[in-house]
């Protein structure tokens, strides 16, 4: 039997972290599970062989049991937990029931109540008029899944971020030759629409290749050129097969929000969106801002190629996975010209922090480091608390020694809107400050934003010269898009950050950059794509 690819091994782990969550297990092994998959798919070794010669642990992040699962996937070439998973949580019904706005568990015990296990099935008992023999369904919720198989949605109950987005509408695009759309090609962060679309002739033989694809458990919707799948987690993806002098006009439409594709009026047939935008007759506008109707010409937005450095990092000094040396070897590795090495502090207190006396020890792995990799530069900076009375979390003297310095609030998030706004805006106008970083404090999906008052910290950034940030981890993306270009508009300078915490979280600069574009930034609205000179 051939040795498994990392593709394979990562999308099997992935599909058992999404069961392992549909069956209740804790977000922490959840977590592990996706961190491990990630892992694996930016490896470049063979997995499949470190795992046969016994070496796998010498990835970080592989513990006992995911080696365990990993000895057995490349053993037998399956997972029977997936298998045994699968039969208890029934993802062709949960896909149906987050489209309904249910949970799992109640789709689950609704098919165990009565003996069914497909979309098929469900539709049966529902015309039999079946649905409410089951305990807990009523009504309301009768109405709600009737609707849901009548009338299947694209969207997912709450939003995917955008790397699991992406992951997801990429793996599918690049199987079927396609292009992703939907929301993440919009780079949402939050994304609620998923869909690919592919060009052929045969829009049969697609429809197909989309059902086979180990991602997609089942159809829940199919016509002539286009199918609805749900993932092993229900999540929607919609597939638009176009005839090819059709594609760039499908791939526009399924791209852009409803209010700005219907502003566009009837739409021509073009084969790209190039040739569809100037049969429009209007500039061709890029995805992230198709959001609202405009015909007008967009400003030249950022590139990520033009970002010179990252101003905020992670290292092994606080929660980081990495040390100085290898974040900074990584990040000029990409091209970088620079990075700032922003550990925490003290008062954050859930990881660990540095006080005054660990950042100067700190000073000096940086500077080691920074003979080593010279011209390349690492920054000496620092994530700073904001402490509750607005004070910050390091002695003035040695803020002032810093190359860098960003402040954040980590605690006391539910304080009133003056205080936090109070709070904030003391970090501002304190002189050693350069950046305040992901300012709203959100997690999306489990953390909503602090309530500070941005328009009173936008005109305070401006009059101070300091910067806000947009952060590119992907359950932050803060500031987000709307919230860039508002601080644009009010003439304040951005930083597209990573807040990585190991070298491949480097790669979510990207997500940064999007965002900014998003708020219509360009490249002069950005402070890092600056020259170092520029920037201490």
């Excluded at 949960?94 to 069914?116: T, Y």
């Excluded at 700005?260 to 790209?272: H, M, R, S």
Aim: proline share 6%.
């Amino acid at each position: 039997m051939p040795l498994p690819d990392n593709a394979t091994i990562a999308e099997r782990l992935e599909t058992l972290a999404s069961l392992l969550e549909l069956a209740g297990a804790s977000y922490y092994s959840v977590r592990a599970y996706r961190r491990a998959a990630e892992l694996i798919r930016a490896t470049p070794a063979p997995v499949a062989e470190l795992v046969r010669t016994g070496r796998v642990r010498e990835l970080r992040g592989i513990g006992p049991a995911i080696e365990t699962r990993l000895r057995e996937l490349v053993e037998t070439g399956t997972l029977a937990e997936i298998d045994e998973l699968e039969g208890e949580v029934q993802p062709e019904l949960v896909g149906i029931g987050r489209m309904a706005g249910l949970g799992p568990q109640r789709m689950a015990d609704l098919g165990k109540a009565l003996g069914i296990r497909t979309t098929d099935q469900l539709r049966e008992a529902a015309a039999a008029g079946r649905l409410r023999e089951a305990p807990g369904i009523g009504p309301s919720t009768e109405a709600k899944i009737r609707d849901a198989l009548e009338r299947p949605r694209t969207a997912p109950r709450r939003g995917l971020l955008l790397n699991r987005a992406w992951q997801l509408v990429g793996g599918v695009a690049e199987a079927l030759g396609g292009e992703a759309a939907g929301d993440p090609r919009r780079w949402r962060d939050s994304s609620e629409r998923l869909a690919v679309v592919v060009s052929s002739e045969q829009p049969d033989q697609a429809i197909e290749r989309f059902r086979a694809l180990p991602d997609i458990v089942a159809l829940v919707e199919q016509e002539e050129r286009r199918a609805l799948g749900v993932t092993v987690d229900g999540v929607p993806i919609e597939l638009v097969v176009a005839a090819p002098a059709r594609f760039g006009t499908e791939l526009l439409r399924a791209t852009g929000t409803a209010a700005y594709v219907d502003a566009l009026g009837e739409l021509p047939d073009a084969p790209d969106e190039a040739a569809l935008y100037r049969a429009l007759g209007i500039p061709y506008l890029p995805p992230e801002l198709r959001e609202e109707p405009y015909d007008g010409e967009p400003p030249p937005l950022v590139e990520l190629a033009r970002i010179r450095g990252d101003l905020h990092v992670h290292t092994t000094w606080s929660d980081g996975k990495a040390s100085v040396l290898e974040m900074a070897e990584a990040a000029r590795d990409l091209g970088y010209e620079y990075i700032a090495i922003c550990d925490h502090t003290r008062n954050v207190r859930v990881v660990p922090g540095l006080d005054a006396d660990e950042l100067r020890r700190q000073g000096d792995e940086i500077a080691a480091a920074n003979e080593q990799l010279s011209p390349f530069r690492i920054l000496r900076g620092t994530e700073c608390d904001i402490l509750a009375d607005g004070s910050l979390d390091l002695p003035d003297d040695v803020l002032g020694e810093l190359d860098w310095v960003q402040a954040s609030v980590h605690a006391g998030q539910r304080q009133a809107r003056a205080q936090l706004t109070k709070r904030t805006l003391a970090a501002v106008h304190h002189p050693a400050v350069r950046s305040i970083s992901h300012p709203q404090g959100r997690i999306i999906n489990h953390r909503p934003p602090n309530d500070v008052d941005l328009d009173a910290v936008f005109a305070a950034c401006l009059a101070t010269g300091t910067a806000v940030e947009t952060n590119g981890l992907p359950d932050r993306i803060d500031l987000s898009g709307e919230l860039v270009r508002e601080a644009i508009r009010a003439g304040v300078r951005i930083t597209c950050s990573t807040d990585a915490h190991s070298v491949r979280g480097l790669g979510n600069m990207r997500l940064a950059v999007a965002t900014a574009r998003r708020g219509w930034a360009t490249a002069a609205d950005v402070l890092n794509t600056r020259p170092v000179s520029e920037i201490v």
